[in-house]
């Protein structure tokens, strides 16, 4: 065997023994029962900054009619900014996602208006994140930000109506 041949298996057992240093039993039971936090650990820092809303039309009733309505609806956690690992750690800090509706009978509106239409507002609070993510082996940190919206926790859903002529 040539010496370059030599060197290529000393290599190979070098890498070969830096890695069964790392990969202990114990951390191999940890890898399998949590992905995420098996190599890091993670801090999750929220700062509120304003309430958002979104407003859906959910019915247009003409005078003197009625009108059966059967709806759901939900207010779902939005994270901007994050990969798919992170966006799971910050998800975890947020509320659950809020549902809405049920049966309801709409009316039309009173004399002299032509039609009531029913509005659904979903409100989020929204604000930014900070994950702090530590090596467990290393200590080394990385930091990643970006913007959250959760269901508020003040009124997530506001149900109103509207005469108009």
């Known amino acids: 065997m040539n010496r370059k041949g030599k060197l290529g298996i000393a290599l190979t057992l070098l890498v070969a023994i830096g890695i069964t240093i790392y990969i202990t039993p114990e951390l191999v039971k940890k890898v399998k029962s949590s992905p995420l936090h098996a190599l890091y650990t993670y801090n999750v820092t929220k700062s509120f900054t304003e309430v958002s809303d979104e407003t859906v039309e959910v019915a247009s009733v003409p005078m003197g009619e009625l009108k059966k309505l059967d709806t759901v609806d939900q207010t ?5 900014g994050a990969s798919r690992n992170i966006e799971k750690v910050v ?3 947020l509320s659950e996602p809020k549902k809405y509706g049920g049966k309801s009978t709409l009316n039309g509106p009173d004399q002299g208006f032509k039609v009531r239409k029913f509005y659904h507002t979903k409100q989020y609070d929204k604000g930014e ?3 702090t993510r530590t090596n467990r082996i290393t200590g080394k940190e990385k930091e990643y ?3 959250y ?3 508020s926790v003040q009124d997530p ?3 109103w ?3 108009y002529k």
Do not use: C, N, Q
């Open 157 to 159: 859903f506001i149900s």
């Open 76 to 80: 779902d956690v939005k994270i901007e």
């Open 161 to 163: 109506s509207r005469d």
């Open 129 to 131: 994140y900070t994950v």
């Open 145 to 147: 930000t970006g913007t």
């Open 91 to 93: 998800a975890e800090s």
């Open 149 to 151: 919206y959760e269901p």
